[in-house]
Nanobody, 123 residues
Framework: QVQLVESGGGLEQAGGSLRLSCAAS????????MGWFRQTPGKEREFVAG????????DYEDSVKGRFTISRDNAKNTVDLQMNSLKPEDTAVYYC????????????????WGQGTQVTVSS
């Protein structure tokens, strides 16, 4: 089992920055692929960014490329999402997710999920 706890959400103005963090416990963190997803009311949860267990491979959804950066610290069992140049359309509940191996984008391929943290970007 893996437990994931997100933090760092909040209210920010367009053009500003926020940093989300996800703390993991319950399994050797360095064996886990980590992902960030987001969801708005009435829409399906969507992939935002992912990072391989070594941190050497990252993947980003097109709309966040160049603005968001995913990183991990295997010594601290954390994965972060640095969000810059925020836009109102980034407003969503952001979820941290984990799986063993691979770097997929589909929600159903991730076995472990955090409770989510709200990010609101005002125009």
């Amino acid at each position: 089992q893996v437990q994931l706890v997100e933090s760092g959400g909040g209210l920010e103005q367009a053009g500003g920055s926020l940093r989300l963090s996800c703390a993991a416990s319950g399994r050797t963190f360095s064996t886990l692929t980590m992902g960030w997803f987001r969801q708005t009311p009435g829409k399906e949860r969507e992939f935002v960014a992912g990072i391989s267990w070594t941190g050497s491979i990252t993947d980003y959804e097109d709309s966040v490329k160049g603005r968001f950066t995913i990183s991990r610290d295997n010594a601290k069992n954390t994965v972060d999402l640095q969000m810059n140049s925020l836009k109102p359309e980034d407003t969503a509940v952001y979820y941290c997710a984990a799986r063993v191996f691979g770097l997929p984008r589909n929600t159903w391929e991730y076995a472990y999920w955090g409770q989510g943290t709200q990010v609101t970007v005002s125009s």
